[in-house]
């Protein structure tokens, strides 16, 4: 079956086991891995919405039941090490005052990097996840494009995937709605996986609570601190600034009589400041470490950038810059713009690159 070998990460979930049973029907030989990462969630480890961590031991026991069932070859490989990589730029960036984004570098570093790396050992043409996203042919290549479920599409977590990869990788289930893919599932008697909740956003943080993974880890971030407004005046203290990222209401530990967000968080000082709901809007951001899925355009370029999972996106202006970087302007201002967060910029459904949010400015232009 030349041309036909594929590597299907196979997490123990829903969208990854129909993956399989789609490739399949595709007439691909697939092969079955499980990334063992070390983190050790188990039932009792869920979050009040219901939603659970993976990569779990009882995750590596589901997808190997899966690629039983399908008749799969199967691979569990300890990333262990690779993982701890992580957990430690999770920790860090919340040390130097970021908000972090794991999932983005995990889909980098792990993913779309080891997973295509050991798919090439088995002689794989093609590397597989359950990604609510699309890769589909254009003029000049294959492109990566929004799934077409809008409640699931996970493009803006794989813009780093690195270009040369694309001809290589498939998401089965990016065309599909998540009842579709559940009901694909339940089909192919997965009962196992069918009706399994999803995953948390960051899975090893499966209590939702990221201060107990952040000060285990970096005892360090546990300072006091000041909280204070833009102009210099105390409105109380804080045991961390690892608690706080920006756009931040809630649980602030102040009472001032009106609402107060998240303006900026100081490492140097220990200091977060805070203030109203408009001193969060900016008309744009430099960003740092683009990866482009286009030739780098050397002009500004029209595009829809995001600047967080669940932002809907907004018309703007990137300019690429010298040193890897990029400035954006947006058309309007946008609001609670993070550093350590993601960038992703698209042509309509089309992802065209994207990069880190270093800082926010007044204008870009």
Request: glycine share 10%; with cysteine; net charge neutral.
């Amino acid at each position: 079956m030349s041309g036909r070998r594929v590597v299907l990460a196979m997490s123990g979930g829903v969208d990854s086991s129909a993956s399989a049973v789609l490739l399949k029907k595709q007439g691909y030989e697939v092969i079955g891995l499980f990334m063992r990462t070390g983190t050790h969630t188990n039932e009792t480890d869920h979050r009040p919405d219901n939603k659970k961590g993976c990569c779990s031991a009882i995750d590596a026991n589901d997808a190997r039941r899966v690629a039983d069932k399908l008749d799969l070859p199967f691979y569990a490989l300890n990333f262990e090490r690779e993982f701890n990589q992580i957990i430690d730029y999770f920790a860090d960036e919340y040390l130097k005052g970021r908000t972090p984004n794991p999932c983005v570098v995990c889909n980098n570093w792990l993913k779309f990097g080891q997973l295509w790396a050991f798919g090439k050992q088995l002689g794989a043409d093609f590397i597989a996840t359950g990604h609510y996203a699309q890769v589909l042919p254009g003029p000049h290549g294959p492109e990566l494009h929004k799934g077409i479920d809008p409640d699931k599409d996970q493009s803006y977590v794989l813009h780093g995937i690195k270009r040369e990869v694309l001809p290589h990788l498939l998401f089965p289930v990016g065309g599909y709605t998540k009842p579709q893919i559940r009901a694909f599932a339940a089909e192919a008697g997965l009962t196992s996986v069918a009706a399994k909740p999803d995953s948390v956003e960051i899975c090893f943080v499966p209590s939702g609570n990221h201060t107990d993974v952040v000060r285990k880890r970096r005892p360090e971030v546990v300072t006091a601190g000041i909280i204070r407004d833009k102009g210099g005046t105390v409105l109380g203290e804080h045991d961390g600034i690892d608690r706080f990222t920006i756009g931040q209401r809630k649980g602030l530990g102040i009472a001032t009589g009106q609402k107060r967000f998240v303006l900026e968080v100081i490492p140097a000082t220990n200091e977060v400041v805070v203030g109203d709901a408009e001193d969060l809007f900016a008309r744009g951001l430099e960003a740092s470490r683009v990866n482009w899925l286009i030739d780098p355009p050397t002009n500004p370029l029209p595009c829809t950038a995001k600047i967080r999972y669940r932002h809907s996106g907004c018309d703007a202006t990137v300019q690429a810059t010298p040193n890897g970087g990029a400035v954006v302007h947006f058309a309007e201002s946008q609001s609670a713009i993070t550093p350590g967060q993601a960038i992703t910029f698209y042509y309509g459904t089309r992802v065209l690159g994207g990069g880190w949010i270093e800082q926010a400015v007044e204008s870009a232009e």
